[in-house]
């Protein structure tokens, strides 16, 4: 079973900050998060943030310079750094893992975590 839970969403006004955790774990093999998505009311799931095993990292253009995307793996756990906020900043925040079991990998969401900037 795996399990992919996010935390620390909330609401903060306009200018704001906020931290985003997700944590990964597997009771066969190991799983780690690597991602953060967002979707906003009536639009699609985007890609926010990722963050490879070795800290490699990657933006969406809205975000480069206001978020930042950081992993600590001896805890399977990765974090989003959310400066700057903006009201089009609004939405669920879904982390996405990837788990491993005899070679097999598999991706798995979260339950998300809302975040609501106010203006």
């Known amino acids: 079973q795996v399990q992919v839970v996010e935390s620390g969403g909330g609401l903060v006004q306009a200018g704001g900050s906020l931290r985003l955790s997700c944590v990964a774990s597997?009771?066969?093999?190991?799983?780690?998060?690597m991602d953060w998505y967002r979707q906003a009311p009536g639009k699609q799931r985007e890609l926010v943030a990722t963050?490879?095993?070795?800290?490699?990292?990657n933006y969406a253009d809205s975000v480069k310079g206001r978020f930042t995307i950081s992993r600590d793996n001896n805890k399977h756990t990765i974090y989003l750094q959310m400066n700057s906020l903006k009201p089009e900043d609004t939405a669920v925040y879904y982390c996405?893992?990837?788990?491993?079991?005899?070679?097999?990998?598999?991706?798995?969401w979260g339950q998300g975590t809302q975040v609501i900037v106010s203006s």
């Open positions: 996405n893992a990837v788990a491993v079991d005899s070679g097999r990998y598999s991706w798995y």
């Open positions: 597997a009771s066969i093999g190991s799983a780690n998060p």
């Open positions: 963050i490879t095993i070795d800290g490699i990292t």
